[in-house]
Each structure stands twice: as C-alpha cells, then as structure tokens.
C-alpha cells in the first residue's frame, strides 16, 4: 500500500522555524516530483513547492520563496520543506503529494498528484 507520512508540524513563535518530513512508502518515489502544499481553514488547498524527482529544480510559492526550502533523499524515499522565518499567515495543515508529470508547470496544481499525504499541522503565533 502506497503511504506519504507526514511529520515535525508543530507550533512555533513568529520568526522561529520548522522542518516538516514525508516519509514514503509502498514502493519508491525516486521517479517522482514531490510537492508540499498547504490549507488553512476556509482556504483552498494551494502550492507551497515542488522538487523534481532528481532534486535537480526546485519550485516555490511567491509567499515562501526565500524563506522555505524544499529537498529529497532518495536512498531515504523522504522529502523535506525547511521553514524558516515563519509568519502567523504560515499556519495551515502542510500536505506532502507525489506526482508523475514531467511538466514543470503542473505541479503547481493539486489535481496533477497522484498520491497524498494526511498532513501535519503547523501553527505560528504572533
């Protein structure tokens, strides 16, 4: 059975950081862009950042550029976002999602991953 494990949510003060893991398993996602995507109560699920299967081009939200950092292990089938520099309007439930589009400009869209993770919630107090 295919799973993304989301973990290391939390809550942290403004300005602090978070590094969220997705743990994969049921077969290797070596093959797969890997995308983070968020959603705050009473807002749509939106992109956060995408990594391509070889970790060779990463991908970011306006909102995040600068501040988050997506990376892979293969060997490890785990994929991370490093947040740091966060903001109260960070707090959401932080999604991991596995794709197979080559198309660079698909992994900005929800409907183009094939695979999801149950999220882990972070929240930044002010």
């Known amino acids: 059975q295919v799973q993304l494990v989301e973990s290391g949510g939390g809550l942290v003060q403004a300005g602090g950081s978070l590094r969220l893991s997705c743990a994969a398993s049921?077969?290797?996602?070596?093959?797969?862009?890997m995308g983070w995507f968020r959603q705050a109560p009473g807002k749509e699920r939106e992109f956060v950042a995408a990594?391509?299967?070889?970790?060779?081009?990463?991908y970011y939200a306006d909102s995040v550029k600068g501040r988050f950092t997506i990376s892979r292990d293969n060997a490890k089938n785990t994929v991370y976002l490093q947040m740091n520099s966060l903001q109260p309007e960070d707090t959401a439930v932080y999604y991991c999602?596995?794709?197979?589009?080559?198309?660079?400009?698909?992994?900005?869209?929800?409907?183009?991953?094939?695979?999801w993770g149950q999220g882990t919630q972070v929240t930044v107090s002010s």
């Open positions: 999602a596995a794709s197979r589009t080559t198309y660079a400009i698909r992994y900005y869209y929800p409907r183009e991953y094939d695979h």
């Open positions: 049921g077969r290797t996602f070596s093959n797969d862009a």
């Open positions: 990594i391509t299967w070889s970790g060779g081009s990463t």
